[in-house]
């Protein structure tokens, strides 16, 4: 991440100026079009998993903490089909006005509310973990499982992906230097924490884990995943010469990809 924000902190330019730069302007169509392919299958991925969240939250506060394949109507219904429908839509409906809303204020309520969340599941699990290892006298670090591994590797592909939209974040910074180096520092830092955090929801009963669940994904929807399909549309429309192109519209994938 550090080595594509520098150039766009420094240069305040986005990733599709960078890619013309580096690929000429028809050149740079196949990169935001890598990445705009990329964040829409990201995009549908999440949105489909922060649906069925949400409507398993709603179904085990409405059946004493169990997941149930309905929420009030019975599984297999088409009552409780459409209330799968009707959850799909509501979550959807939430990313979207969440999107909605200016760069800056939905930068910060999304950082607030991931920092409580990370904060809080981290702090559970490592509690816990004392806990657990001071009750049974265990003195020595528990071996690393075998999936925690296929795990990180499916983290690392993540992050690769989402990495790409850091540009249009980046030429927003008034300090270059001082925004790559926080990079540098935090961005390891709050992934560990946010891994740590992952495995108290994973073990979490299903209310405390699914709002976890929920809120990530309209966090990581509305930030980051709609950024690359929205400035691919603009960085077409571009270079076709439509209206809406020019140096706006192909940087703006960080500030109006919530558009979508």
């Known amino acids: 991440p550090p080595a ?23 050149g740079a169509v196949v990169a935001d079009a890598g990445r705009g392919l ?39 219904t088409a009552a409780a089909l459409a209330e799968r429908a009707a959850t799909y839509t509501v979550f959807w409906i939430a990313q979207v006005a969440l999107a ?27 509690h816990g973990g004392v806990t657990a290892a001071a009750a049974a006298g265990t003195t020595e670090l528990a071996r690393i499982p075998v999936e925690f591994w296929h795990h990180a590797v499916l983290t690392a592909g993540v992050w690769f992906t ?13 300090n270059h230097r001082g925004f790559v180096a926080a990079q540098a520092l ?21 209310l405390a884990c699914l709002p976890a669940v929920v809120a990530a994904c309209l966090i990581t929807n509305s930030t980051a995943a709609s ?27 960080g500030e109006e990809g919530g558009a979508g």
């Open 186 to 206: 935090w961005l390891p830092a709050l992934s560990g924490i946010a891994a740590v955090a992952a495995a108290g929801v994973a073990t979490a009963p299903a």
């Open 162 to 174: 989402l990495s790409a939209s850091l540009p249009d974040y980046a030429r927003r910074a008034a």
């Open 100 to 126: 909605a809303k200016s760069p800056a204020a939905r930068l910060a309520w999304c950082a607030r509310v991931a920092a409580v969340l990370a904060l809080w599941h981290a702090s559970t699990v490592v």
């Open 38 to 76: 990329l964040g829409l299958v990201l995009f549908s991925l999440i949105t489909l998993a922060g649906g069925e969240a949400l409507h398993g939250l709603l179904s085990a506060a409405a059946n004493q903490g169990l997941v149930c394949g309905g929420i009030w109507a019975a599984p297999g």
């Open 4 to 26: 594509l924000a520098l150039p766009a902190a420094k240069n305040h330019v986005g990733f599709s100026v960078l890619a013309r730069a580096s690929f000429g302007i028809r």
């Open 227 to 253: 950024v690359g399909p929205i400035s691919f549309v603009r960085a077409l429309a571009t270079t076709r010469g439509e209206p809406g192109g020019g140096r706006g519209a192909g940087e703006g994938g």
